[in-house]
């Protein structure tokens, strides 16, 4: 790792964090542009620092042989569950500008994503959002969750705040509302937002979990019908949850409620270990027939679906367990394994998508397993 004390001076990284937002800032203009090249090769360099600075990766590369040189399948990539339990960065402790961390609801020690700064976080977060469900110009902002300062190792939390900003930064007399006190979603509150939002005639924003959406329906008594332009994000599942809902209930209940088209709700995905997101297209291809559960990679995160025992890559439109290179992982982990099972497709406008089929509970993937073990070995 490095200390502290040589990051501001840490010449290589420097450089990668600059050639990565330049990347990205490409992809900005034109996010579908096929940017992979430039992507693969750039990874290939993330690797070869994260090799040798990040002590978990380090450890996996040499049990495995990684080779640098063939592009992203050279090198192993880290399976999630070893968040939990050593630390994943390229800097020793004491220099974190904050630390994620996950939701700890299902094997309790809680992973955590430290990053030295959030530059590449939040750009790649807003380059995503204005692509994918983002309106141009003012808007309004609902979130049907508690305000970010409330949960600082949140890193959904700090999503939503990114929003809030984008929306202040749009207009200055723009509305927002987090409307999620403790464990209550304040239905008043609700209504004033949606209401004034009608009044200014302004698109309105609503994001919020997948919970959150049914959880209001247990608290709303009114129907709204929200101006031109609006649209609604959701994200994540029902883990935990006592009630669950396939996702085109959902979409059709959230529909029914807000008032907005099918073509204006959008899905995100993500993940504590990850700095990028998945995101559906329902708005950017409106007037297209849209594949139901397929969310879009940006340019800047590879998704690739891997034998479960192997973790070899298996053939386009063959089910696996999905790996994440992800560039705007410069100070944690570019390769990151998940026990996540999906499908990479590809539609008619030759567009990459990944399908996600949810996790197999009964056992962590075998080559996950392995993995972890060689990850957390002694040196």
């Known amino acids: 790792m490095i200390e502290p004390a040589d ?5 290589e990284r420097a450089r990668l964090r600059a050639t990565i937002l330049s990347l990205v800032d490409r992809a900005a203009s034109g996010p579908d542009r096929l940017l992979d090249d430039a992507r693969d090769s750039l990874l290939a360099e993330v690797a070869r620092f994260h090799a040798a600075h990040v002590t978990p990766f380090s450890r996996l590369c040499t049990a495995r042989g990684a080779r640098f040189d063939r592009g992203p399948d050279g090198w ?3 399976p999630t569950d070893v968040h939990r339990h050593a630390r994943v960065s390229v800097f020793a402790p004491g220099a974190d500008a904050r630390t994620f961390l996950t939701s700890g609801t299902t094997q309790g020690a809680r992973g955590a994503h430290p990053f030295l700064d959030l530059a590449l976080y939040d750009r790649v977060a807003l380059v995503g959002a204005r692509f994918a469900f983002l309106p141009d110009g003012a808007f309004d902002l609902l979130v049907l969750a508690a305000n970010p300062s409330r949960q600082p190792e949140s890193s959904l939390g700090h999503m939503l705040g990114l929003f809030a900003d984008e929306a202040r930064t749009r207009s200055r007399d723009a509305q927002v509302a987090f409307v999620l006190d403790g464990d209550r979603l304040d239905a008043g509150a609700i209504g004033r937002a949606v209401t004034r ?3 200014r005639d302004r698109p309105l924003v609503v994001c919020g979990t997948s919970f959150a959406f049914v959880f209001a329906e247990d608290v709303l008594t009114s129907r709204f019908a929200l101006p031109g332009g609006s649209r ?9 949850r006592s009630r669950e809902l396939d996702e085109p209930s959902l979409r059709a209940l959230i529909a029914g409620r807000w008032g907005v ?3 204006r709700v959008v899905t995100e995905y993500g993940m504590t270990e990850l700095s990028s997101q ?3 297209r329902e708005i950017v291809d409106r007037g297209s027939p849209s594949e139901e559960g397929v969310l879009w990679a940006p340019p800047w995160l590879r998704v690739t679906a891997v034998d479960p025992v192997t973790l070899a890559p298996v053939r386009e439109g063959a089910r696996g367990i999905l790996r994440f290179d992800d560039l705007a992982n410069l100070d944690s982990c570019v390769s990151i394994q998940t026990a996540d099972y999906g499908v990479i497709t590809r539609g008619a406008s030759g567009t990459r998508g990944v399908r996600l089929l949810g996790r197999d509970p009964s056992a962590v993937p075998r080559g996950c397993s392995l993995a972890i073990e060689e990850a957390l070995a002694k040196q």
């Open 7 to 11: 990051l501001t001076t840490h010449a």
């Open 76 to 78: 192993p990539a880290l």
């Open 197 to 199: 939002s009608i009044e």
């Open 232 to 240: 609604v994000m959701f994200t994540g599942g029902f883990k935990g």
């Open 261 to 263: 088209g099918g073509d």
């Open 278 to 280: 998945l995101w559906s």
